[in-house]
């Protein structure tokens, strides 16, 4: 890892949806929901909502209630913030004890699960959606008896038009059942798909909405095929709809009775497409859940949607919704959509059974055969997120997925099923020619630096007596903290590969300290100088070196303290991936910040708040500089005052040019690399000069005004 990697490292709303969704069950016609139960519950105590997804593939929704809650069991994905997917979902209830009334609403149209307890509306899924044609939902007797029961309880459904009253229990249980019913003959059910599949085609290739009369956006019109595929009746082990190059769709049947382990899938290869085919392999324990279903179905059927187009996953708007989510600083679009490989993005679903969290060794496995990336390409493996913690309208996500990637293809291991592709990473990294070159100045840089900056202190040390303006303590200050970065930067690199976990975390803390206590040392002279700048002669304050010496030491101890606190994982082993060659990449480690929005918001922030400040007083001493009347030595300040932007870490700012491409990008890399590896050494080198200069210089005398006034800038510095 070099010096500029490590700097470019530094710089590397929700809303309230509770009242749309009371307005929309409120304004709903009678029996729209799919499913609507109602009640009356006495609240004896402070009590919370308690909601998971159900396990089994038995399709049913249980309500029990309790003294402390009621714990609500449905099969579809939980909207949890900050947790697993599929992870329990808690709402706590209102405070004042008494009788509310609830509503528990299944809106499939919208995908919305929502519970209503008295005046409030609390959303457990809004991706309540299921491959069922016509979902018929009938009461179960159950043995829920007991106190506290629920009363006044009736419920509602596609097939119950009316409500339908229910006796006093502890509990209830209502089992999801598909009619088959769609509207059409069965023999007419490959048409319906295909029609659907063909219209939404022409949607993808004319980059228009889709299906006319539906407002729905092309990412759910893509999960409605998706659901109708999963009903479709045939004859034979597999169905294929569509030739095309867009998108083309498989269902393969399962026997409830196969005993083969796994199952795979292998689509053709074409020559001359950048993803030329794919292969899903699904694990073996996806399929014992089949063969103990209780359910009228025959076989489970697995659908593989093919699809070459970016649209139904750049989370599209129009109209005043586009007006409205730019508002919000949304972005219509996810900004990653662009750089899927070959557009490519492959679909699995299982039936009606969700999957999700598999254990380690029974993932499922997709292969992208593709061509070879470019050297500076690192493949990610992504699927469509439009859970909560994702964007408004879905974005990528690589949580819970792993990749292999090689020459001419990527693997991706998932725990979950869903619409999958591979996203290419750009990676800044240069070739490894250059690689080795900055390595070898890094650390050479970092020695000599470390070395100067220590000699220089000790010659300040032996000569103290003779220092008394407190500039010169600020720059030995700055000095020790070049030191401490160096040291801690030279220890952490040959550190993360062979140490332990606390090891680790000791020198990534302790080159954070370093890192903030030089640019806060950075700050502070160009705070020296704007007093210099300001007031030749400086007004005296009480203890002003200690107190320099809190802001300068303390300060980068408290944030890194207060990191430290917060969450002890922010600091560990921290991999960067070095392309050798176009085929291959090794990983250099180094103890480091793991978190990302550290480096971007404290880093990055701080850096860009000195740099912009010492900026600014550099060119204020220039200024002043340039007033003086005695042209023959404003030179030799001028000159002097490069030396001293060394001082203030205005090279740091070439770390921003390393952003450009080309021939550019790599002079500013070099130049990064070299200057402020070794800033303790011309720190030195001023210092040495200036202080020769300040002997050389002693027995001059001025006598105007601005003679003294120059004198006292170049002693002063």
């Keep these: 890892m070099t010096y500029w990697a490590f700097l470019r490292g530094l710089m590397l709303c929700n809303v309230c949806f509770a009242p749309v969704y009371a307005a929309g069950i409120s304004g709903t016609k009678e029996h729209e929901e799919d499913f609507r139960f109602c009640g009356h519950r006495m609240q004896t105590r402070k009590s919370s909502i308690h909601y998971k997804m159900q396990k089994d593939t038995l399709m049913s929704i249980l309500i029990v209630n309790s003294r402390d809650g009621l714990n609500i069991t449905a099969p579809f ?17 209102q405070d004042p004890l008494g009788t509310y009334r609830f509503c528990l609403y299944w809106i499939r149209n919208t995908q919305l699960f929502v519970f209503q307890y008295g005046s409030k509306n609390y959303t457990l899924s809004k991706r309540a959606n299921y491959s069922l044609c016509s979902p018929n939902i009938s009461e179960e007797n159950t043995n829920y008896t007991g106190t506290p029961v629920l009363y006044n309880v009736s419920y509602a459904s596609k097939k119950v038009s009316s409500n339908a009253s229910l006796p006093d229990l502890l509990g209830y249980n209502f089992v999801i059942k598909d009619s088959g019913k769609c509207g059409f003959a069965s023999s007419d059910q490959e048409n319906y798909a295909d029609n ?76 001359g497409k950048d993803v030329r085919g794919f292969e899903v392999t699904l694990p073996e324990m996806l399929f014992p859940k089949v063969k103990g279903r209780h359910e009228q179905n025959s076989e489970m059927k697995v659908v593989l949607m093919d699809i070459t187009s970016q649209l139904p996953f750049q989370a599209r708007i129009w109209g005043k919704d586009y007006e409205f989510f730019q508002k919000q600083g949304w972005p219509p679009r996810d900004p990653n959509a662009s750089q899927i ?43 469509w997120d439009t859970g909560p913690n994702a964007s408004p309208l879905g974005s990528w996500s690589t949580s819970g997925c792993e990749v292999k990637g090689e020459t001419n293809h990527t693997t991706c291991l998932c725990d979950h099923l869903t619409f999958f592709a591979v996203l290419m990473s750009y990676s800044s990294e240069i070739d490894s020619r250059h690689q080795r070159y900055l390595s070898v100045i890094t650390y050479v840089g970092c020695i000599i630096s ?41 220890i952490a690199m040959p550190l993360a590969p062979s140490s332990g976990d606390a090891a680790c975390k000791a020198s990534a803390m302790f080159l954070h300290f370093g890192l903030l ?201």
């Excluded at 299982?350 to 050297?375: A, M």
């Design 450 to 490: 470390a070395v100067a900056a220590f000699l220089t202190i000790c010659f300040f040390l032996c000569s103290r007596r003779q220092q008394r303006d407190h500039i010169v303590y600020v720059h030995m200050n700055l000095l020790w903290a070049i030191f401490l970065l160096d040291m801690s930067f030279l």
């Design 77 to 93: 994905p939980p909207e949890p913030k900050g947790a697993h997917p599929s992870g329990p979902l808690t709402f706590p209830l």
């Design 196 to 271: 659907l599949r063909k219209d939404l085609e022409y949607a993808l290739t004319s980059n228009k909405r889709g299906r006319k009369n539906s407002p729905r956006p092309l990412y759910q019109q893509l999960q409605d095929l998706e659901s109708q595929l999963g009903l479709l009746k045939f004859n034979g082990q597999n169905k294929t709809l569509g030739e095309g190059t867009v998108l083309c769709a498989h269902v393969l049947k399962v026997p409830l009775d196969r005993k083969s382990p796994g199952m795979s899938f292998k689509s053709g290869l074409e020559e």
């Design 517 to 717: 206590a030089c640019l806060t040392w950075m700050g502070i002279e160009g705070y020296s100088l704007y007093r210099l700048v300001i007031e030749v002669f400086n007004s005296y304050v009480k203890h002003f070196l200690l107190k320099l010496c809190l802001v300068g030491w303390g300060l980068p101890l408290l944030l890194v303290s207060l990191i430290f606190v917060i969450n002890r994982s922010h600091y560990g082993q921290v991999s960067i991936k070095v392309y050798e060659s176009s085929e291959r990449y090794t990983n250099a480690t180094i103890c480091w910040i793991t978190e990302g929005r550290i480096n971007s918001f404290l880093n990055l922030g701080l850096l860009s708040l000195v740099l912009l400040f010492n900026s600014v007083m550099l060119a204020t001493m220039v200024r002043e500089i340039l007033k003086l009347k005695h042209w023959e030595p404003q030179w030799k300040y001028v000159v002097m005052l490069l030396g001293l932007s060394c001082v203030l870490g205005i090279p740091w700012g070439i770390v921003f040019f390393s952003f450009t491409s080309g021939t550019f990008k790599l002079v500013a890399i070099y130049l990064t690399t070299i200057i402020n590896s070794l800033q303790g050494f011309l720190i030195f080198l001023w210092y040495l000069a200036k202080v020769l200069q300040t002997r050389k210089s002693s027995s001059i005398q001025f006598t105007s005004s601005n003679s003294i006034r120059a004198q006292s800038f170049g002693s002063s510095l």
């Design 341 to 383: 490989v070959g557009k490519k993005v492959i679909g699995i679903s299982l039936g009606n059974s969700p999957v999700f969290g598999l254990p380690k060794e029974q993932r499922v496995v997709l292969t992208f055969w593709h061509n070879q990336l470019p050297s500076n390409v690192t493949p990610q493996c992504v699927f």
